[in-house]
């Protein structure tokens, strides 16, 4: 219900459009950068925004909103103390190897993202691998049908269903 103006905000306008913010902020105008799910910049665009304010000096605030990486690293049970967030699993190639590579010799907790189409091909991967790490799957955090899947990748795979929808965090220890 927010009753001023609101511009989309992606990735293939990001540029021009901060451009358009700099301009309004320099005309006295205050601008927030919200977003529809989780918090902005966190796998979402806006970090080329605060790089441009910054070089422009302008004051940034930042009001934490909902973060599927917070939560699910939370109520996963694991070490939290040390964790390393690693963005969406890379469909192919040399950087999904580097990504795997990347998971099997952390000694800290790791938290990505995945899509529902990818979640099964993602799990077989580290059965696959061996990797025998407990996972926490969290589908739709902070929302209605919020559903959280533990065990092994071996065992997740058979859990979870080839129709699921939603956002999907996964936490690996």
């Known amino acids: 219900d927010i009753k001023k103006p609101i511009y989309s905000y992606f990735v293939g306008n990001e540029k021009s459009k901060s451009n358009e913010i700099l301009k309004q902020i320099k005309e006295g105008k205050s601008i927030a950068l919200i977003s529809d799910a989780g918090t902005p910049l966190i796998s979402d665009p806006g970090e080329y925004l605060v790089k441009e304010l910054i070089k422009n000096n302008v004051d940034i605030f930042a009001i934490p909103g909902p973060s599927s990486v917070l939560a699910a690293l939370t109520l996963s049970g694991f070490d939290t103390g040390k964790f390393n967030f690693l963005g969406f699993i890379p469909k192919s190639g040399k950087d999904r190897e580097k990504f795997y590579h990347q998971i099997k010799n952390s000694e800290a907790t790791s938290v990505c993202f995945t899509s529902p189409k990818r979640i099964k ?31 092994t990748a071996s ?11 939603g956002e999907i965090t996964i936490v690996i220890g």
């Open 121 to 151: 091909k993602d799990l077989k991967e580290f059965v696959n691998l061996k990797l025998e790490n407990e996972i926490v799957v969290c589908r739709e955090m902070t929302k209605k049908f919020e559903t959280i899947y533990r065990g």
């Open 155 to 165: 065992s997740l795979k058979n859990q979870i269903s080839e129709n699921l929808k």
